[in-house]
């Protein structure tokens, strides 16, 4: 039998670390090598040039938050170029590039990923942007990736250490905002959705205990 729970009316603010994820206002996303981009309607089209074997998209909205061993969370809506041997999540540092997370190929239309990435090193600022891999410089002339609704929280700095919910996890917290995407800070914790959420977990593991011929 499923038991009620009682949630107390708490704030649990969540930044996300991209600005202007969903792309209205283009000139926060700069191409820093290999291509060129356009915005339409909130979906940002990055279109390689041939000059290069990788093409590199940064948003510039550096923002200091993170530490060694920070977990952060992203989740963008994509269509990945078959031509691209890789497209990543490129993490970078006001000083370098900080490390990288390889996202799937698409099957031909946009659709959300989400990934989580633990920062082995800090060197102040963090930024985040879009890097696509092709085998070599005349490869990527006029090849089209597009993306859009661009989300980074860093869970550990939300959360606090050890507490950092997982990918699956935050997928479903974020259902509760349209495209599962916002900008600037927002209240985390929604007291129906996180019932709802319950609720769902609990009848799954009594259809578990069941099919295994228990009694929940």
Known sequence: MLELVTFKTIDVPVKSIVKNGNFNDG???????GGSLSVVNNVITLV???SSSSVILKNYNDINVSEVDDILYVSIEIKT????T????????SEATMGSSQ??????????????YKLGQTYGHLALGVRLYFTDVPSSANKET?????LSINLTQAFGKGNE?????MDKLLEQYPNSWFDSTKNIFNAKHFMTMYFNKMKELNNAIIELGGTP
């Open 27 to 33: 000139f926060s996303w700069v191409v820093v090598l």
């Open 48 to 50: 390689g040039d041939g």
């Open 81 to 84: 170029n078959p031509s691209a």
């Open 86 to 93: 890789k497209t990543v999540i490129q993490f970078f540092s």
């Open 103 to 116: 996202l799937n190929k698409s099957d031909g239309s946009i659709k959300r990923q989400s990934l989580s």
């Open 146 to 150: 597009k993306f859009t609704n661009l």
């Open 165 to 169: 919910p997982s990918v699956e996890q």
